[in-house]
Structures are given as structure tokens and as C-alpha cells.
């Protein structure tokens, strides 16, 4: 017999735990089901060496509780994974969230039942579930995908794609190691391991832009300073265009001389994070002369920290600009290839012919491995839902509606799937802002909008065509004036290891109108009664 609840969120990571916290205050029967046998979503997931936060952990963290803030000190400037993790179990344990949470519950499929206004929901181990409505957390980077190489099962010694590296150490010393991608996780791994291999092999298929992290200890003093800041803090990210504490440069690029640019550049270079990117001038992500001189400053960086000129031209993007594109940051990555363990493999140059029981063999030769580790990525913002059998209103899928890409309303809701709302969604600015800045203010939306139909008495809304329709023409206006427009990467949904998603393909994933319009849409919707809502 299935299980009742009025709400069911999808999802235990960092955006299922805060609306889970937000429905119980509100005294709604409400679960999570969660794929994992723990919480924590990415933070649980992705063990990989080097991982942690990329956006400074002060603004990372939740902000909805002062007693939280007050109670947790975040050791570094770029919080670990592990920490992070550890951060998230005590934000559950803190405000008894555990009992809410059924674990190893991974949703396969969910139907829509038109006469009762509920979702039935189909859990892989059996178990069954209704709810009047269901909030998705899923993760936008939650399906790993590999790549299609004759002869991957014939490799006999360790492998695996970076998000299911084993909770057991994984020995390194002593070992031939081959990394497969440099896009944000490779470059950490890279950079994590290279000096603790015997040999290190990094198969290369296109470079990726990235620039130094510039991680460092938070003392007890600092963080009490922060403690202090964090109203200020939270309030300065969210008039911020990426939700970061970064705020652009107020001078026109073309008023200032290129040796003013270069000094500007120089700060921005040795600051922490991400404000090589948030702190620039705004022309380089438009103009294409400015993105040039941009891009060539960053290559002469790579330049002058590779010490071999041929593996610097190697690592140096030709395909793409700096900046358009997921900017990976990074701590020493580049030195890496001044060691003599380690060794650039340009598939550009020499494809991958096949794997082989010993290792990898490209068109020059073969590579003996022990270890080999795939960071080719996410199938990303629509690939955890491409991969449950989601049937809405007259039977229609959810794969088949975004089959061409994905067309919603402000990524919170998409029409033809009644009561199903998204906090971290498609066409949202979750995926082109600070995450958690980002999901924070999709939890409030979702839980005012929740509360609104539940004192109204209303048993079913959906998302007006018309609605959505005009959203996602607002979505494409905005890329399309942007030069990321033409990347590959997985900002415009292109992934050459899944079907459909590779070159030539542009799927509309993000809105990059910047998170403080995006917030003024959203709160006016709601401000306005939800006119872009049909109520039942």
C-alpha cells in the first residue's frame, strides 16, 4: 500500500535539507526521498582528492538561521569536501531533520493522476508513494556520464568516474595514474594527486580556461569578523550579477589604457575565487575584441607557468574564449606539468583508439595504467530527470516535453505537470549563480507559493503555456547576447557523451539575466498573486 504525504521533496542535498526545514515549520506532512543511503547530495557524492567549494564557504553556507551562523567557523577560504559534508550533517542533526529523510529511495518513475490531483510515485526498491505536491531538489551536476570507448570493460585494473570514487582510500603511491578530462574536477584531481603517483597520464580532449583559487586558513579572528559581516555579506551577493561577494568593475573597458587593464587583471589574478570572473569588466563576456585581450592575458599566465613552451600551447583553449564557459579554479595545476611523473596526452592529436586490459591505447601508443580516473563530467540540469520515467498531464513525459531542450516557468514549475515545482530547475539561475545563494531563494519561493495554495484550498495549479512561453524567450534573449552562446561546454547543454546533446546542439539550461533580475521576476509573480499560474 502506498504511502501518504502531502509533500514529497526529491532530493537530500543542499537544497532538499533547507525545504524540507522550511515545509515542517510549516506543519505540512512532508519527506524527502533520497537516492543515497546518506545526505548531502554533492557534498556526499563526490569524494574525489581536491574537491571543495569553488565560492568562499562564508557564502556558501545556509543564512536562514543567526544561530547557525553564529555556530559554525569554516576553517578555509574553500571549504574541503569532507568539512562540507560534515557542515551539512550538522545543519540536519541541529534542526532534527534526520526523521524526515528516507534513505536508498531513488524515484524511477512518476505519474500524475489527473482525478485525484496527486503524484504516484515508483521508488527503485519497491516502495511506493502519493503526494499532493513534489518539490524537486535533484542535483543540476547529479549524472555522471562516460565516454564511448570500444573496449572499457576490458581494462583490469581500477576504474571509475570521479563521482563514485569509493568511500575506502583509494592507494596512489607507486601506482601509473590516468586521468581522462581537465574540465573543473580533473583540475583538481590533477593537481591533488600528481605528487603522490608514480606516473601520472592526463588525457586531454580540450583544455579549459582556469585561474588560481587562491585558498588560505580562516583564523578564529577572521571568522568572528565574519560573524559580524554576515548581513552585509549575504546582502552584497545578492545584488551581485552571479550572487558572489565580487562586484564588477565600474570602469567601461575601452575608457582605461591596456596597462590598466593588465594592472586590474594583475589584483584580480592573486584575489581569492572567483573574481577574475565576477570582478572584470563586464565587456568581456559580450565584446569579442575585449574577451580576446581577456583570454590572451590568461593564456600568458599559462605561459609563464609551464615550464615546457609546447604542453603551455597544449593546455591554452583555441576553441573558446575565457570566461565563456564553466571557469574552473585551481591550486598549482599548472605546475603539475613541471614535473617529470607527469604527462599531457593531446586527444586532439592522438584520439583514444581503445582501452585495452593493460590500459588506454591511442593512435600513437599504448598507456599502461593501474588507476583510471574518468572526469568527463555531468549530463547536466536535465539529466537526473531524463532519467526517471516522469508522466504528466494525458501521459506526457518529461523527456519527451524537453526532448529539444527544457522550456519551464522561471525553472520553478513547467506546464503539463501539475503540483510538481523545481527549486534548483531549468532556465532558474542556479546553475549560472552562486548555488546556494541561488536555491536559498528558490526554498523561500517554492514555500511561500506552497503556502498560498494550501490556504487557498487549491488542489492543483500548473504553469499557463503562455507563461512559460515568454519566459523562455526572455532565457534565449539573454544567451544570445552573450558570447557563451557558442560554447561546448555544459552552459548551453553540450555534452558529446550523451546522445543529442553534441555538436550543433544549443539547449537554453540557465537564465543568465543575472540574479537580482531574476529575483525581481520571481517576487513580483508572487507579489501579483501568480498570474502566470493556473489554479484548480
Not at 545526505?39 to 574525489?48: D, I, K, V
Not at 594527486?193 to 585561474?211: C, G, H, K, Y
Not at 525553472?411 to 548555488?435: D, E, I, K, R, Y
Request: aromatic share 12%.
Amino acid at each position: 500500500m502506498s504511502q501518504h504525504h502531502e509533500v514529497i521533496v526529491l532530493g537530500a542535498g543542499v537544497s532538499g535539507i533547507y525545504q524540507i526545514k522550511r515545509l515542517v515549520d510549516l506543519g505540512l506532512d512532508a519527506i524527502v526521498l533520497e537516492a543515497d543511503e546518506d545526505l548531502g547530495g554533492t557534498w556526499y557524492r563526490n569524494r574525489y582528492p581536491g574537491c571543495r567549494f569553488d565560492s568562499e564557504s562564508y557564502t556558501y553556507g545556509y543564512s536562514f538561521s543567526r544561530e547557525l551562523l553564529d555556530e559554525w567557523h569554516w576553517k578555509e577560504r574553500f571549504s574541503s569536501q569532507p568539512e562540507n559534508l560534515r557542515y551539512l550533517r550538522f545543519v540536519v542533526d541541529k534542526f532534527d531533520l534526520r526523521r524526515h529523510m528516507r534513505f536508498e529511495a531513488r524515484v524511477e518513475a512518476m505519474l500524475w493522476d489527473e482525478d485525484e490531483h496527486v503524484w504516484h510515485l515508483r521508488v527503485a526498491n519497491g516502495d511506493t508513494y502519493t503526494a499532493r505536491f513534489v518539490v524537486s531538489g535533484v542535483g543540476v551536476l547529479s549524472t555522471p556520464t562516460l565516454p564511448h570507448y570500444e573496449g572499457m570493460d576490458d581494462f583490469e585494473g581500477d576504474a571509475f568516474h570521479t563521482y563514485w570514487w569509493p568511500k575506502e582510500p583509494v592507494p596512489l603511491e607507486g601506482r601509473r595514474v590516468g586521468v581522462m578530462g581537465t574540465g573543473a574536477t580533473g583540475i583538481q584531481v590533477i593537481a591533488e594527486i600528481a605528487d603522490q603517483v608514480e606516473e601520472l597520464f592526463v588525457f586531454q580532449r580540450r583544455p579549459n580556461w582556469s585561474t588560481p583559487l587562491n585558498n588560505s586558513p580562516i583564523s578564529e579572528e577572521e571568522m568572528v569578523d565574519i560573524r559580524s559581516r554576515y548581513d552585509e555579506i549575504f546582502a552584497d551577493c545578492a545584488s551581485t550579477h552571479a550572487g558572489f561577494l565580487h562586484l564588477p568593475e565600474s570602469r567601461r573597458f575601452w575608457d582605461v589604457t591596456p596597462e590598466e587593464r593588465k594592472a586590474h587583471w594583475d589584483a584580480l589574478y592573486a584575489t581569492p575565487g572567483f573574481a577574475i570572473m565576477a570582478a572584470n569588466f563586464p565587456e568581456i563576456f559580450y565584446d569579442e575584441a575585449a574577451n580576446r585581450e581577456m583570454s590572451e592575458y590568461i593564456a600568458g599566465r599559462i605561459r609563464e607557468r609551464v615550464k615546457d613552451p609546447a604542453t603551455a600551447e597544449k593546455l591554452i583553449p583555441k576553441d573558446h574564449g575565457f570566461a565563456t564557459q564553466r571557469l574552473p579554479l585551481e591550486t598549482h595545476y599548472y605546475e603539475a606539468y613541471n614535473r617529470d611523473n607527469v604527462h599531457l596526452v593531446d586527444l586532439s592529436e592522438t584520439p583514444v583508439e581503445r582501452f585495452t586490459r593493460k590500459g588506454i591505447r591511442t593512435t600513437e601508443r599504448e598507456y599502461e595504467l593501474d588507476l583510471c580516473v574518468l572526469a568527463t563530467g555531468f549530463d547536466a540540469i536535465t539529466g537526473a530527470w531524463d532519467r526517471m520515467d516522469v508522466r504528466g498531464a494525458g501521459g506526457l513525459t518529461l523527456r519527451e516535453k524537453w526532448g529539444d531542450g527544457p522550456s519551464t516557468y522561471f525553472g520553478l514549475m513547467t506546464h503539463g505537470f501539475p503540483n510538481l515545482l523545481m527549486v534548483a530547475g531549468p532556465q532558474s539561475v542556479s546553475g549560472s549563480t552562486n548555488f546556494p545563494r541561488a536555491i536559498e531563494g528558490g526554498v523561500d519561493w517554492v514555500t511561500r507559493f506552497l503556502e498560498h495554495v494550501v490556504k487557498s484550498g487549491s488542489t492543483r495549479f500548473e504553469a499557463r503555456a503562455e507563461a512559460e512561453k515568454e519566459w523562455g524567450e526572455e532565457v534565449v534573449r539573454v544567451q544570445e547576447q552573450m558570447l557563451m552562446r557558442r560554447s561546448r561546454g555544459w552552459f548551453t547543454g553540450y555534452n558529446a557523451n550523451v546522445e543529442g546533446h553534441g555538436e550543433g546542439t544549443i539547449r537554453y539550461l540557465a537564465y543568465w539575466g543575472g540574479a537580482p533580475r531574476y529575483t525581481e521576476r520571481v517576487t513580483r509573480e508572487a507579489d501579483e498573486g501568480y498570474p502566470g499560474v493556473e489554479f484548480a
